[in-house]
């Protein structure tokens, strides 16, 4: 008698938990929120929730601000290293995702653009570094997609000020929301970092940021150069100009692991109308999405030229737009994120609700050099590239008479004869 074949049993080794983080995965709660430092391993149990879910059957998605982010690629890399050990399991590179023998699936989804989040059936979503979203991915894409499984979700981020993600980690620990649950860990609690790391990471960082980043406080309006920013959202982001109103349109040029920026500035209504950030893509779409930008936003284009910056501004000028180009050194830099913050602190400025952003002026530092100047820069392993699109906008919002574009390091009122 001929003997009936069999699945043979794989014995599947996950990454194991410490303490905080098995605090975190045993918890009953279907909604979690998890506050914690920097390399306190939030990736990590998110990808270990979401793969035991997905090994049983189930489908669930991992939820991050952007593919091209740290928390996109280490994710999506730690996926991949246990799903190459399981037989059977068919790994898509082009859609991010990974089907499972026993049905399941995994998939690595960006919340660049929320519509494109609709779905059903999920059984959880991880939403990793939730402080860099719109709170309507969670409101309108990813909520109602859980409602038939009773799917479960939990939010992980870095604190960011005290925006939507501070808000829901508020409700986990409301009495009345017996469903959530909240979490709020320092990166000292990681016991796989020594002492020292964690001293030594705290010790390069300005107090307010070291709080937030190292400490996962959730600091009033964040941490930084920049403050009251929170306060400076107003108005919605647009995707034309409105009949009369003259725009500028800041451009910060992508270095190597960084995005290209485009601010749009109303110079009426004195406030950024529309953010676009853009990342691993060759410079002929870039140069395309600007002009793009500058057909819906007709008006002067302040560009940075540094570096790879110098031939773009050229083509540019090749092509007839009205750009002026932006050298930016130590001193040209400070008086302009100096004209910025004063924007904000006077609320002279608006801005949208753009999480990313928000984020990048929260966290946005200085650090005093040897010779006395400030130099300006996000925090390490952040990114700057949408306040330094900003930075130059606004500088085409002043008047001529208080700041000037400065063109090749120079002051120059002929430069902004267009306000």
């Known amino acids: 008698m001929t003997r009936p074949e069999t699945t043979p049993r794989v014995r599947i080794r996950l990454p194991s938990l410490h303490e905080g983080q098995r605090r975190v995965a045993e918890h009953p709660a279907r909604f979690k929120v998890l506050a914690a430092g920097r390399r306190w391993g939030k990736s990590k149990l998110a990808a270990t929730l979401l ?100 799917g479960s979700a939990i939010f992980i981020s870095t604190p960011k000020g005290r925006e939507w993600f ?20 320092p990166s000292g609690n990681n016991p796989y970092l020594h002492p020292d790391e964690v001293e030594a990471m705290g010790r390069d960082l300005p107090e307010l940021v070291r ?32 009949p009369g109103h003259r725009y500028v349109i800041g451009v910060d040029w992508a270095r190597i692991r960084d995005f290209t920026a485009f601010a749009v500035c109303d110079t009426q209504e004195r406030r950024c109308v529309r953010v676009d950030r853009m ?64 924007a904000f602190e006077r609320g002279e400025i608006g801005i949208p609700e753009d999480p990313v952003l928000i984020a990048e002026l929260q966290a946005y530092e200085c650090e005093r050099l040897p010779g006395g100047l400030l130099r300006y820069n996000a925090p390490p392993g952040l990114h700057d590239d949408t306040v330094v699109a900003l930075m130059l906008a606004w500088q085409g919002c002043q008047r001529p008479a208080e700041t000037t574009v400065h063109a090749g390091g120079r002051p120059s009122i002929e430069e902004a004869k267009w306000l």
Not at 220 to 236: K, M, N, S
Request: hydrophobic residues 40%.
């Open 279 to 342: 990342g691993g893509i060759e410079y002929a779409a870039q140069i395309m999405r600007l002009k793009e930008t500058h057909r819906r936003f007709p008006g002067q284009i302040i560009a940075e030229r540094n570096s790879m910056g110098d031939p773009l501004v050229e083509q540019l000028k090749r092509e007839g737009l009205p750009v002026y180009p932006w050298d930016t050194t130590n001193a040209s830099k400070a008086q302009a994120v100096d004209a910025l913050a004063l």
């Open 166 to 185: 501070w808000k829901l980690w508020q409700r986990g620990g409301d009495p009345q929301y017996t469903d959530w649950a909240s979490f709020r860990f």
């Open 211 to 242: 709080r937030q980043e190292i400490e996962a406080e959730f600091l009033e309006d964040g941490a930084g150069v920049f403050r009251r920013v929170l306060e400076a959202v107003r108005g919605d982001t647009l995707n034309a100009a409105l």
């Open 51 to 150: 793969l035991e879910r997905a090994l049983r059957g189930l489908p669930v998605w991992w939820v991050t601000p952007s593919y091209n982010s740290a928390s996109g690629r280490s994710g999506w890399r730690t996926v991949r290293g246990i799903a190459r050990e399981i037989p059977g399991a068919q790994i898509s590179l082009m859609e991010r995702s990974v089907k499972f023998p026993g049905g399941g699936i995994l998939e690595l989804r960006s919340a660049e653009d929320p519509d494109s989040l609709r779905g059903d059936g999920l059984a959880m979503v991880a939403l990793d570094e939730c402080a860099f979203m719109r709170e309507r991915t969670w409101i309108e894409a990813v909520r109602p997609a859980l409602a038939d499984r009773r």
